[in-house]
């Protein structure tokens, strides 16, 4: 197919350059917004049409729309990169692009060719280039994300959507390097069952993960790890992250994508580059009984979680129930670091790419 032509609407007032300026220099995650958002529509008649570059501004909803009542929603979520020669660049957008027409298929929503998902993400880029920030880590976070817009009770999948992409400038998710996390192991919710809705990015699955997120805070730890929904007994991943053990002799495992794991594209990078710095990878479950062991007889040294907002982030401290167990010494671990540096090396343009994951704009 080829590729929608935008329009670009002028903003009749973007943000004066000083509050600009203000705004990105130390922006709290995914509270800044640039000025403008690419929309995007899909009706059965006409497609994919009505392609805009627009200032961002809010939507106005019918109350009978579907997305309010039925919760039929998708996402991505990605970053584009100044490099350090001053070029913008998006990390494996075609993944995302990929990714986000496996959540439409599995919430019965339109597939967006992937030229065009990768084209409004260049729009946005190129239409709000001023809004990097300033700082080291940061970033243009990206989020496209989709919704039926059809205005109809019924319940059947939406015959109406609309497709948007806005940006929020980010800087290190945490400043001064990540420190390790503590994890709340939920025993009493899950995330995702099988058959359910686990592999694709929708919504509904963050909104079901609130509580135990809550209850996680409300116990004085940072982020919930979900066990599977079948034996609560294997462990699946956190609200927003998937997770990596490194055992003794440098091995690394991972849970294997069941469909009840978002196959993040994080991890399928640091699953790339272990196997080519020479570690052994096992995609495989993991007990949490196993973890618990593993992690107080010293056979597992770290443990850390991943994804594109907060990268890489260590695990330092584990509660189940009544019972807590630290990670190593509790703090950031040695592959660890290697593979995250690794990481944002081939991001910000400062290692070779073998695996043409960079995109310059
Ligand atoms: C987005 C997401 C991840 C991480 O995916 P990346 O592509 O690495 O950002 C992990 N788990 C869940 C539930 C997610 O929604």
């Known amino acids: 197919m080829s590729s ?3 329009t670009h609407v002028p903003h009749p007032a973007p943000v004066a350059p000083d509050a600009r300026a203000a705004a990105i220099a130390d922006p709290v995650f995914g509270r800044i917004f640039t000025d403008h958002m690419v929309s995007i529509r899909y009706n059965e008649t006409q497609g994919w049409h009505d392609a805009q570059v627009m200032p961002r501004g809010p939507l106005s909803l019918d109350p009978a729309t579907a997305v309010l009542h039925y919760a039929q929603e998708i996402f991505e979520g990605l970053k584009a990169y ?5 070029t913008m660049a998006l990390f494996r957008v075609q993944a995302n692009a990929a990714r986000f027409n496996a959540s439409a298929r599995r919430m019965a929503m339109a597939e967006l060719p992937e030229e065009l998902f990768i084209a409004a993400v260049r729009e946005i880029v190129r239409a709000d280039a001023a809004w990097f920030p300033p700082v080291e880590g940061g970033a243009l976070y990206l989020r496209p994300f989709m919704y039926a817009s059809e205005a ?3 319940v059947k999948p939406a015959s109406e959507y609309h497709f948007l992409v806005i940006a929020s400038p980010v800087g290190n998710y945490f400043k001064g390097g990540a420190p390790a996390v503590s994890l709340w192991v939920s025993e009493d919710y899950t995330r995702a069952a099988p058959g359910g809705t686990g592999a694709a990015k929708c ?3 963050y909104a079901a993960s609130l509580v135990a997120q809550s209850e996680a805070i409300a116990k004085g730890h940072d982020q919930v790890v979900f066990l599977d929904a079948a034996e609560h007994r294997w462990i699946e991943e956190l609200g927003g992250m998937n997770m990596f053990f490194v055992m003794d002799d440098g091995s690394l495992v991972t849970p294997p994508l069941t469909g009840t794991i978002l196959p993040g594209i994080t991890r399928d990078a640091l699953l790339t580059l272990a196997r080519d710095a020479g570690l052994t990878v096992r995609e495989e479950r993991y007990a949490i009984d ?3 062991a593993d992690a107080t007889s010293g056979r597992l040294t770290e443990s850390f979680a991943c994804g ?3 990268v890489v982030t260590p695990v330092g401290k584990v509660t189940r129930g009544n019972t807590s167990f630290t ?3 509790g703090g950031p671990g040695q592959v ?3 593979l995250k540096d690794k990481l944002v090396d081939i991001q910000r343009g400062r290692a070779p790419d073998p695996h043409g994951w960079v995109t310059r704009l």
């Open 4 to 6: 929608l032509a935008f």
């Open 82 to 86: 100044r490099l350090d020669d001053g």
């Open 152 to 154: 109809f009770l019924g």
């Open 203 to 205: 919504g509904g699955n």
């Open 290 to 292: 196993q973890w618990q």
């Open 308 to 310: 594109t907002a907060a």
């Open 327 to 329: 990670i190593g010494a």
């Open 336 to 338: 660890t670091a290697m």
